[in-house]
């Protein structure tokens, strides 16, 4: 069974930093795209930055600057470094991973996510 584990979330001033890390563990054969997204209250969630296993990256325009996503392709492991943190970013945020893995019929390719952490930026 495959989990996303995110960690490094929590209270933070405005034009503070934080950390976000999202492990991946189980049967994964192969990690293609990584990313995180985030949900406020009352919002919908929306893509924050993405990764692809190569190296690639693409951002949200309002944390572009800000926000810097990497990975750790030997550790199945994505990572946020959030700088200059506004209130705005405040959110719930979300690993996502989509990779290879094995079920009873064999190698099959899915879409998992994190159960979330919240980021709280006060003013």
């Known amino acids: 069974q495959v989990q996303l584990v995110e960690s490094g979330g929590g209270l933070v001033q405005a034009g503070g930093s934080l950390r976000l890390s999202c492990a991946a563990s189980?049967?994964?054969?192969?990690?293609?795209?990584m990313g995180w997204y985030r949900q406020a209250p009352g919002k919908q969630r929306e893509l924050v930055a993405t990764?692809?296993?190569?190296?690639?990256?693409n951002y949200k325009d309002s944390v572009k600057g800000r926000f810097t996503i990497s990975r750790d392709n030997a550790k199945n492991t994505v990572y946020l470094q959030m700088n200059s943190l506004k209130p705005e970013d405040t959110a719930v945020y979300y690993c996502?991973?989509?990779?290879?893995?094995?079920?009873?019929?064999?190698?099959?390719?899915?879409?998992?996510w994190g159960q979330g952490t919240q980021v709280t930026v006060s003013p």
């Open positions: 189980g049967i994964i054969y192969e990690i293609n795209t």
């Open positions: 990764i692809t296993s190569g190296g690639s990256t």
């Open positions: 996502n991973a989509d990779l290879m893995t094995e079920r009873r019929i064999g190698r099959v390719r899915d879409n998992y």
